[in-house]
């Protein structure tokens, strides 16, 4: 079985827990639309609320490209909270991992992601942010095809 997220565009749901440094655990919920164009380039928009919590909103602007290989990726992201970030991503056979690292940051902040495929419209999310050498905050989610691709 292939890979569905992002390699494939489509809509997908997020809903799980978000743990950070001495704040209560708080749901997340979120949307994400992954889209392609013809020479392998990506865009994905992810937006992350927190029902009942005080934390912020997240907006993640992701623009990538796939090697030629179709195995590991590089990207660029806006976040509304980190600034501008830089990552890759690699994709195995049941997973996708990918880390990132925040561009002039003071606090040398960097993350990390893996998507664990389930089924084809379902994978498990596990994420978390550093700053410098401590953990900042972690994820876990499950992410759901909300369509067949668009």
Same mark, same amino acid.
């Given at each position: ?32 639309? +992954?889209?392609?164009?013809? @020479? ?18 997240? +907006? ?16 660029? !992201? ?18 996708? +991992?990918?880390?990132?690292? +925040?561009?002039? @940051? ?14 084809? @419209? ?16 972690? !994820? ?11």
């Amino acid at each position: 079985m292939a890979h569905s997220f992002l390699i494939e565009p489509g809509r997908w749901t997020l809903q799980g827990n978000w743990l950070a440094r001495e704040v209560a655990p708080a749901p997340v919920k979120g949307k994400i639309l +992954v889209a392609w164009n013809r @020479d392998h380039w990506f865009t994905m928009v992810t937006k992350l609320t927190f029902p009942g919590s005080e934390l912020a909103d997240q +907006v993640l602007q992701h623009r990538g490209r796939v090697t030629s290989q179709e195995r590991q990726y590089t990207f660029m !992201m806006q976040h509304n909270l980190l600034g501008t970030v830089e990552g890759e991503g690699w994709i195995a056979p049941d997973s996708i +991992v990918q880390r990132y690292w +925040v561009l002039s @940051d003071r606090q040398q902040r960097t993350g990390f992601e893996t998507l664990y495929r389930l089924t084809a @419209d379902q994978y498990h999310l596990s994420s978390g942010v550093m700053a410098g050498y401590y953990l900042v905050s972690t !994820m876990e989610a499950v992410l759901a095809r909300h369509d067949h691709p668009v």
